[in-house]
Structures are given as C-alpha cells and as structure tokens.
C-alpha cells in the first residue's frame, strides 16, 4: 500500500472566523494531516487545537523552535495543544500529523512542524492525548482574535506504511 494524503474537508475562509471544526471524522483511515495556512486577525499567533470537545489542560507536549533571537525548546504537562502560525500582517504554516486516530487501545500521539514568517519562527512539537477515544471532532481556536480573512485549513486521511 501507497502513503497518500486523501483529501477529506477543506475550509477557505471568505471573512474572519473565532474558530474552524471538522466534525463527525470516520474511522476509514489510519492517520489524519491537518494543514493551516494563514494568519489570525491579532499579533497573537498561538492556535488551540482540541479533539472531542476536550478543552481540559490535559494534553502534554514537548518542542523545539528556533528564531531570530536563537534556539530552545521546553514541555509542558497541562496544556491544549497549540501551535504557532501567522498573525496579524504574516502568513504561517502549520502540518499537524495526528497518528493511529480512531484507535480505541492507545493515548493519541500529534506531530506539528510550524513556519511563521511574520516573526521568523519555525518548530516541531509533539503532544499526546490522555485518552482512548477515537477522534471524531478537531476544533480549532486562535487563543487571541480571530483566524483571518484566507486562512485555509484542510484535513486529510492517511495510510501510511
């Protein structure tokens, strides 16, 4: 079998929008991509991601990121997954990898590879799910303002090898 992204729902956003939900997700794939390309409508570029309606600080993550004032990295144990993206006048990128989704025997494991250009910030964070279930809702929340006027986001199904 041949990894390949298929395309399950893309939203292109014609105004503003206080958050993006890709609801009722099948369990006929192995993985999920989640893509954002876009900016929010504040300086604060941070996005929330939860699934399940879960917005309990639960989820935990470590990452590394390097910018124009140097490198890091840090890990957190009580958090929403969030990520970094465009903000106000900047475009970012985010691919989300959201592994083994539907499976109903594991925690859920999430790589996320970010590019934002307005700040020149690029990083990978992984983070984990405490839960059992399988995802069948992402909803997606800029922490401050809105996600702006073009911002595309689009999921995607995944059998990888």
């Not at 997700?25 to 876009?38: A, E, F, N, W």
């Not at 996320?112 to 250009?117: K, M, Q, T, V």
Request: aromatic residues 8%; negative net charge.
């Amino acid at each position: 079998m041949t990894a390949a992204w298929v395309p399950l729902a893309t939203t292109t956003l014609s105004s503003s929008a206080a958050s993006v939900t890709f609801g009722s997700i099948g369990s006929g794939y192995r993985d999920l991509v989640l893509t954002i390309t876009g900016a929010t409508t504040s300086s604060d570029t941070v996005i929330k991601m939860n699934f399940n309606n879960d917005t309990a600080d639960v989820y935990a993550y470590v990452q590394m990121y390097g910018e124009t004032s140097g490198a890091g990295s840090d890990s957190n144990t009580l958090e929403n997954i969030f990520t970094i993206m465009g903000g106000t006048g900047s475009i970012g990128t985010v691919v989300f990898n959201i592994m083994d989704y539907s499976a109903t025997d594991k925690h859920k494991t999430v790589l996320a590879r970010e590019n934002n250009l307005g700040i020149s910030w690029t990083g990978a964070r992984t983070t984990r799910w405490p839960s059992t279930a399988a995802i069948n809702e992402i909803d997606l929340t800029p922490r401050s303002g809105s996600f702006a006027t073009g911002c595309v986001v689009s999921l995607y199904g995944s059998n990888r090898l």
